[in-house]
């Protein structure tokens, strides 16, 4: 019985040694997975800045990129991939008080070969009433420009009353 006992408690701990060993084993193996990604750039934008003058109250003015320079290629875009969409948000519905009209039409200037679009087709227009535009097809990859048409009309004012438009574009890629 004293050997059957001692017996059994050796093999308990002969049990106990094996099971502890692979409870460390499992323990202390560990291993370590690396995930790299690089993000690429889809789109490059270029903005210009440009100054219109001085209009008076009641008057109605048009502007290209002939009576303003800086209005030509104001917009410029380099995709790295076909199917870019690109977003402009503005301001324009804040200057509502002191113009009757504010109209921007933003046209293509330069297009890249392949594409549906050609220089001089509308992209958008952006108003008082419509300050923003949610999305210009860029169809193709390659350099993108596009040219301002402006048309203000200015109300009454009780001092003269310095204006600005703030202009976002931003760009993204769906596929």
């Given at each position: ?53 001085d209009i008076e109250e ?118």
């Amino acid at each position: 019985m004293r050997k059957t006992r001692r017996t059994l408690i050796g093999l308990v701990f002969l049990l106990m040694s094996f099971t502890i060993a692979s409870v460390s084993a499992f323990v202390y193996e560990s291993a370590q997975q690396t995930i790299t990604q690089t993000i690429r750039e889809i789109a490059n934008i270029t903005l210009q800045n440009s100054a219109l003058g001085d209009i008076e109250e009641g008057e109605t003015k048009s502007y290209t990129k002939n009576e303003v320079a800086e209005l030509g290629d104001a917009i410029s875009v380099v995709t790295t991939k076909a199917l870019v969409y690109i977003h402009l948000n503005s301001d324009l519905d804040t200057l509502a008080p002191y113009y009757s009209t504010y109209s921007i039409a933003v046209k293509f200037a330069t297009v890249p070969g392949g594409s549906g679009h050609s220089a001089g087709d509308l992209a958008c227009t952006l108003t008082l009433g419509s300050p923003s535009y949610s999305s210009i097809d860029l169809d193709v990859a390659g350099s993108w420009t596009f040219d301002f048409e402006i048309t203000t009309t200015a109300q009454s004012v009780l001092a003269d009353q310095p204006t600005t438009v703030t202009i976002t574009v931003s760009a993204e890629s769906t596929a």
